[in-house]
């Protein structure tokens, strides 16, 4: 038989899609509360010598619009073709026509050596964007040996807004040069008023030789 009605004491609870049941703050009953935000599962695209990977909402059941407030891109294990290429994201607002929306960023960089020989914090004036309309690095310099790729994921916030421009925070870890562990925070926001419908992913140079890229939304 279904639940429909908790009784604790005097307090009535009635479950709730999207609500969670807990103590409430003086510990003599229960309460329905909103639980945290849900992942839902959108697409997954995986490289194999690919040009680029692109996220076109509307296009091979990509939803990329006013559904979720928040999109999540996980990427895993890319690799690069071409020895020394950089990881690169850019935004559409044409439905992929384009990829030029014009961005203001950040870039910082931490790393560790196998050997312990030296450890760097940095920020980086050469990947970071003033208002512009290029591809933003979220790795650099990855090599192409079996033992370098890079992971991590990108949080986009409200894409198809019409009032606002469209921040993004991403965090980044690789392996590179055989032997140095990288840590990337990049945020920065793509500087459009019109919706984000498309976000493609590319080498600086070469093909993405190996990787995945799944999109979630965000309730």
């Known amino acids: 038989m279904a639940l429909n009605k908790l009784k604790f004491n005097s307090l009535n609870v009635t479950p709730t899609a999207g609500k969670t ?52 891109f996980i990427y895993n294990n890319i690799h690069p073709e071409t020895d020394g290429a950089f990881f690169t994201f850019n935004f559409s607002v044409d439905s992929g026509s384009n990829y030029n929306v014009a961005k203001t960023t950040t870039f910082f960089r931490a790393y560790h050596y196998e050997s312990d020989a030296a450890t760097v914090f940095d920020y980086r004036t050469s990947e970071d964007l003033a208002q512009g309309t290029g591809f933003q690095t979220i790795q650099d310099y990855l090599g192409s040996d079996n033992d370098q790729s890079c992971s ?48 493609q992913f590319k080498m600086s140079t070469g093909d993405i030789d190996a990787g995945t890229i799944t999109l979630y939304g965000i309730n």
């Open 21 to 72: 049941v807990g103590f409430n703050s003086s510990a003599n009953g229960l309460e329905a509360t909103l639980s945290g935000g849900a992942m839902t599962f959108i697409k997954k695209l995986t490289a194999s010598s690919s040009g680029t990977l692109s996220f076109v909402d509307g296009s091979s059941d990509v939803v990329l619009d006013n559904t979720y407030k928040e999109y999540l």
């Open 152 to 199: 991590g994921y990108i949080h986009l916030f409200n894409p198809s807004s019409t009032t606002f421009v469209k921040h993004y925070v991403l965090n980044n870890n690789g392996c590179f040069n055989n032997d140095i562990s990288i840590n990337i925070f990049s945020a920065g926001y793509g500087n459009t008023t019109s919706a984000v419908d498309a976000v």
